[in-house]
């Protein structure tokens, strides 16, 4: 039987929204995005691909990194994401920007955005920072979950200090109801410390995309035991299709039980769709 997937990481943008570096990569990673860029960028022929790969909900995300991605914009992504029941779009805050990253927020979560993503290292903040506490505040209030970068990178200018995830323990500390899930889940040298702290915090998620599905065992040996906090996100178009990795976690040494909270079911209960 066919399990349904809720992919909670995927990149869109125009050609001209990303720097050559990031287009380099992109067909480096040989993705086959890549290969039909300008057929998938379009609305309504990627929400078919998704529905054909068993794809039953996508976390649409923008990123305005203009040191490191580029500026894929939020309009851009609330527009894309319009009629499309299979998206559920993300706004982004860069609190370099603006001033009041919540009233920035606001206005995308009033046109229907299902959550904020953060990105501390491509933008060079702590997520921890007061300034934006403000805006913790609105999502928790919301109950909308903020998607945190955590870990490496590959993009020119990011600076990894910025996403250790230990910085994540001072905001759901601060905000006990807010939902946080960390990006690549430390990706690099802080994993057990993603895994940890997800334990010790019962709103605090680990997101698994980008990291290749048959080491996850290896980066989180006891996943098992907490799998209601793993979610999966593809990063695509950084993978070769959109179900590389799906079916890779299929083949994983866990339970079949297992497997579908980390499929859908957990990303399910944290997008409200049960
Ligand atoms: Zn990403």
Known sequence: MAVHVIDFHLHIGLKEHWHS?????QKSSRSEFYKR???LIVPENLAQYLRDNDIAKAVILPDLCPITTGNV???YVMEFCEGQDIFAPFCTVNPSLTTHPELEAKKYIQRGAKGIKLYPSYNHFYPNETRLYPLYHLAQEEQLPVL???GSSVFRGSK???ADPIHLDEVVTDFPDLTVLMAHGGRGIWYDRAYFLSRIHPHLYVEISGLPPKKLLDYFPDMENNIEKFVYGSDW???QT???NINEIKKLPLKEESKKK???GNAAKILGLQ
């Open 21 to 25: 570096w990031v287009h380099d990569y």
């Open 37 to 39: 860029y300008e057929e």
């Open 73 to 75: 914009p939020n309009e």
């Open 148 to 150: 945190v970068h955590t």
């Open 160 to 162: 990894i200090k910025y």
């Open 237 to 239: 178009p950084a993978v």
């Open 242 to 244: 959109i179900s590389s």
């Open 262 to 264: 980390i499929l859908y």
